[in-house]
């Protein structure tokens, strides 16, 4: 019999020190640097220091660890001496590597449609609210978005009286659009409306690959039953149903929010602002805006700017209100008001750290429950809104926000805040770092920009990248990663395919961060293009990188390449385009769902940081090379970013080359009779 070894409990254990983040090498952005090292001054921890005290989970990390019953976690890590011949890894019940990478893969697929896709039902309901006229809050304030929509939904915009066509009545159109979107979340046949709108080779592709999504919810339910212990156990058959999940996100649930916020609050326009911590004011009520959903957002926005609250601020001592925002909810409130950015998702403890921040309004995703913890070390009045989105510390306040009494919550929150003022202890630092930007560029902006309105397409731009002035066209975006260095990732991407002439479009937090570094500026073209892109940028007068929103508002990127599909002389399809997608620094589950619906619209993706499949190279393999022959967009993975931006500079190159554009070419004007002579050879 083995002995028994018994241990002896071990006295005096001496906790070992937490280790602190070293500002410089945790950001490259000052104000960050500035405001980590004023956490630690303070002895209050933020999330650069948790990294630096808890590595990932290395099989996790592989994306090999299976927890999808009780008999697990079963982990299937790489072994140290490779695979040999035959790849023998098992779970209990006998699931090889492939098949638990491809499922939790999907997962994440559901998780981030999921995110998205909800928001999306929130958007439509509030929608159908206004269209029915039940709340004074909320009306329908884009009508030419609403007419350019509706037919995608089969809504007549048009009725005939007397065998003459009149124009519908617009609450009328708003009505039936309102219900055919709700619809689509879970009707019980066909498949969803905006299909229709990719261009028509990518739309035959998904149908033969059988990837045609039915509804939204039931695309993540089958999601979650196929990954239940004991069901689909074939990794091409699991990425499958991720592919018909993530073209219901991108093509569906993002699209319908994207379309609704656009019609309920208009579509946005270039505007000017600034980013960054520096935008928080000292002698302001200081409200920072937090989430995704611009419902309650909105509300705020125009109840601050009331001559009775900017009153009552006054009455407090303050100067005014000052409002910013975290992550995507500051892109709605950007790109739609002008309101600042505060920062990016890093960024989000520091903004309570300045000590200036009166209350902190947050609603759904991407939301740490530690601001709670530091909102504690200060004055902040730290409030949820959402009744899927609260947090467990007692300091927090609830205020469920009801879009009948949209107006009064607002007020209510706005009211906490200012009372909160006088509150302010004398340990404020706001870092002075700020930089200005133009924002507010979505699909139609960029057509009046890049195609004029008298063409109404994106003839220009292609134009453009026939003539070589512009390589390609990127969409840079995604989060910031703890495990890597903030915004390094980001910036240096961008500036390469810059330099390269690859104008950028950009969403979520890397449009924060190319923000900060002030990318957002017509200026910034002729010290970071490339000649070609340079030209275009000074002539058009836009900057080299285009906000177009939230991550929601990837849909508008899809839609960005459609009409260039449509405007011409690219190809036929997106995977024809001398394009490529990116997220230097993603940590988030719609990250990847937005990067498997990039990939299914044909579009070369790669990501920084890590992915969740490198424990199962089969499988990995299958997604980074096979799927270009399936949809001719496939991942990739670059934790280098210049490489990072080279792979995607070669990609464009390649269908540079397949379109036969790689050489510069100048439209030469010809005069009618060289013409004539020209015809008749
Ligand atoms: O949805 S980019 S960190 S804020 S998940 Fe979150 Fe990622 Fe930022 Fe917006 Ni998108």
């Not at 304030?141 to 089969?154: Q, T, V």
């Not at 453009?464 to 495990?483: H, K, P, Q, S």
């Not at 915004?487 to 924060?512: P, Q, S």
């Not at 940590?587 to 424990?615: D, N, Q, R």
């Amino acid at each position: 019999m083995d002995e028994v070894i018994k241990k002896e409990p071990k006295v005096n254990m001496v906790k070992k020190p937490k280790k602190l983040a070293d500002p410089i090498k945790a950001s490259i952005d000052e104000s960050t640097q500035e405001m980590i090292l004023r956490a630690q001054d303070l002895g209050i921890e933020t999330v650069f220091d948790r990294a630096e005290n808890m590595k990932p989970c290395n099989i996790g990390v592989q994306g090999t660890c299976c927890k999808n019953c009780g008999m697990g976690p079963c982990r299937l890590p790489l072994p140290k001496s490779g695979i040999g011949e035959e790849d023998d890894r098992k779970g209990l019940c006998g699931a090889s590597a492939n098949t638990i990478a491809a499922r939790n893969f999907i997962r994440m697929i559901a998780g981030g449609a999921a995110a998205h896709s909800d928001h999306g039902r929130g958007v439509a309901e509030i929608f159908m609210s206004a269209a029915r006229k039940e709340t004074d809050a909320y009306r329908i304030k884009d009508k030419n978005k609403l007419l350019s929509i509706a037919p995608y939904f089969n809504v007549d915009t048009t009725v005939e009286v007397d065998g003459e066509k009149l124009d519908r009545d617009i609450d009328e159109i708003a009505l039936e659009v309102g219900e055919k979107a709700l619809h689509e979340w879970g009707k019980p046949e066909g498949e969803l409306m905006y299909l229709k709108r990719a261009p028509a080779a990518l739309y035959e592709k998904w149908k033969k690959n059988g990837v045609l999504p039915r509804n939204i919810d039931r695309e993540i339910v089958e999601i979650m039953h196929r990954t239940h212990i004991g069901v689909d156990q074939d990794y091409k058959n699991l990425i499958k149903q991720g592919t018909r999940t993530a073209i219901a996100d991108g093509w569906g649930g993002s699209m319908m929010a994207t379309d609704l916020q656009d019609v309920l609050f208009g579509t946005p326009y270039p505007l000017q602002s600034e980013a960054n911590l520096g935008v928080m004011k000292e002698d302001h009520v200081n409200i920072v805006i937090h989430g995704h959903e611009p419902i309650l957002s909105e509300m705020i926005v125009a109840t601050a700017q009331t001559k009775e609250m900017e009153d009552y601020a006054k009455s407090k001592g303050a100067k005014g209100i000052q409002l910013s925002g975290i992550c995507c909810t500051a892109n709605e409130i950007l790109q739609r008001h002008g309101v600042p950015l505060c920062g990016t998702f890093l960024q989000q403890e520091l903004a309570i750290i300045t000590g200036a921040c009166d209350a902190m309004v947050v609603d759904i995703q991407c939301i740490f429950q530690n601001v709670a913890n530091v909102a504690r070390c200060f004055h902040t009045k730290l409030i949820t809104t959402h009744p899927i989105a609260k947090m467990e510390q007692d300091n927090v306040i609830h205020i469920e926000f009801d879009e009948h009494y949209a107006m009064e919550d607002a007020k209510k929150i706005i009211k906490i805040a200012i009372d909160n003022f006088e509150n302010r202890g004398s340990d404020v630092m706001i870092p002075t770092h700020k930089a200005p930007q133009i924002a507010g560029f979505g699909v139609e902006a960029i057509q009046y920009h890049l195609g004029g309105t008298f063409r109404g397409s994106y003839y220009t731009l292609n134009d453009n990248i026939i003539n070589g002035r512009i390589r390609g066209v990127a969409g840079v975006v995604g989060c910031n990663n703890a495990r890597t260095r903030h915004n390094e990732g980001h910036i240096a991407v961008v500036k390469e395919l810059l330099k390269n002439d690859v104008i950028v479009l950009t969403t979520g937090c890397n449009g924060i961060a190319c923000a900060m570094e002030g990318l957002l500026t017509p200026e910034s073209a002729s010290v970071f293009c490339g000649p070609g892109l340079a030209e275009v940028c000074e002539t058009v007068g836009i900057p080299p990188v285009l906000h177009v929103g939230s991550c929601v508002d990837n849909s508008r990127i899809l839609l960005a390449a459609t009409e260039m599909v449509k405007a011409g002389g690219l190809g036929n399809d997106i995977s024809d385009l001398p394009v490529a997608g990116s997220a230097p620094e993603w940590m988030s589950e719609k990250a990847i769902s937005i990067g498997h619906y990039f990939v299914t619209a044909g579009v070369y993706t790669v990501f920084g940081v890590t992915l969740p499949t490198s424990g199962a190279p089969v499988f990995q393999k299958y997604i980074f090379e096979e799927f270009e022959k399936l949809y001719g967009g496939m991942w990739d993975l670059e934790v280098d970013p210049i490489k990072h931006a080279k792979k995607m500079i070669a990609h464009i190159d390649k269908k540079r080359e397949a379109l036969g554009i790689d050489r510069a070419r100048e439209r030469i004007m010809v005069d009618m009779a060289t013409r004539r002579e020209m015809e008749s050879v």
